[in-house]
């Protein structure tokens, strides 16, 4: 075999950082034995992998062509010695979520997935759905848990469950207890709403298509806790899942606002990378996801 693991692992940690001296530090390499691991792997080719942009090394075409195959086999050899080692630690499970997953759903998996024997652990990035879908691409988290639609050649989806989401108000705004919302209330209201990018926004524009030009959109705010906390200060009403208000339903803080005849259902899905190799831990990790579907 010409090429070793270590010269991978440098391969893979420059096309990460895009930078040789932050791939050796990552690794705990001197800067020149990083360099000559890349070098001797393309040169035992007679390949380049990368390009040299300014200060930064870009993967090439041809870099970009392997990197899959590569991020593969070092997790699978990654896993092989965690076997052979016969340790307890399962390795770390770098995990992404959208907001609302994140937020609500994520953590309680997360605890039960390290609850248990020979767990290892779990590193949660919350983010919205544009953000968690570049870091699967990039390797940069093993799997991806959104509430958005997601069209990118490199990622799968797979459903995992059924989601709605619900417009709502304060108890004492004027359109509290209304039977029902038409289209002239929803031009004429106020909305505090989640960002563009985010899969909450993707659902709500859709659901209201025909309307969004003439919707009167009072704040844009990435956190739903903030969207919540404006609506019950009478900014406005809003729409988010029904995930993140059965609480403030129950409190009384909030009230749903019916919107009939149009369509806010949406599902949450699975993201990998088409390419990525599953490992005993991300298969554990969807079991439990499903598990938990299931129970709600």
């Avoid at 956190?223 to 409190?251: M, N």
Wanted: charged share 25%; net charge negative.
């Amino acid at each position: 075999m010409k090429y070793t693991l270590r010269q991978l692992e440098v391969f893979l940690a420059v096309a990460r950082q895009q930078h040789l001296t932050r791939a050796a530090d990552i690794l705990a390499m001197s800067q020149s034995a990083a360099s000559s691991a890349l070098r001797e792997l393309e040169q035992q080719f007679g390949v380049q992998l990368f390009d040299r942009v300014g200060k930064r090394l870009q993967l090439n075409e041809f870099g970009l062509l392997i990197r899959p195959q590569a991020e593969a086999l070092l997790a699978q050899a990654e896993a092989l010695q965690r076997t052979l080692s016969q340790h307890d630690d399962a390795g770390l499970l770098k995990v992404g979520a959208t907001l609302t997953i994140g937020n609500y759903l994520a953590v309680g998996i997360m605890a039960r997935y390290m609850a248990e024997p020979g767990a290892g652990r779990v590193a949660l990035d919350v983010a919205n759905t544009a953000d968690i879908a570049a870091k699967i691409a990039n390797f940069e988290a093993d799997i991806g848990l959104i509430e958005g639609e997601l069209h990118h050649p490199d990622i799968l989806l797979t459903p995992w469950q059924e989601d709605e989401l619900v417009v709502f108000c304060a108890p004492d705004h004027d359109l509290a207890g209304r039977p029902a919302l038409d289209d002239r209330d929803l031009r004429e209201a106020t909305w505090i709403l989640r960002e563009p990018g985010s899969g909450t926004r993707q659902t709500f524009d859709r659901a209201l298509h025909g309307l969004l030009p003439e919707l009167h959109v009072l704040l844009e705010l990435q956190h739903t806790e903030a969207i919540k906390r404006a609506v019950e200060a009478g900014l406005g009403i809003g729409c988010l899942s029904r995930v993140t208000l059965s609480e403030a339903f129950r409190r009384g803080s909030l009230v749903p606002l019916p919107v009939p005849g149009r369509d806010f259902r949406r599902r949450f899905y699975f993201a990998l990378h088409r390419q990525k190799y599953v490992s005993a831990g991300i298969e554990r990790w969807i079991s439990l996801c499903r598990q938990s579907a299931a129970a709600t």
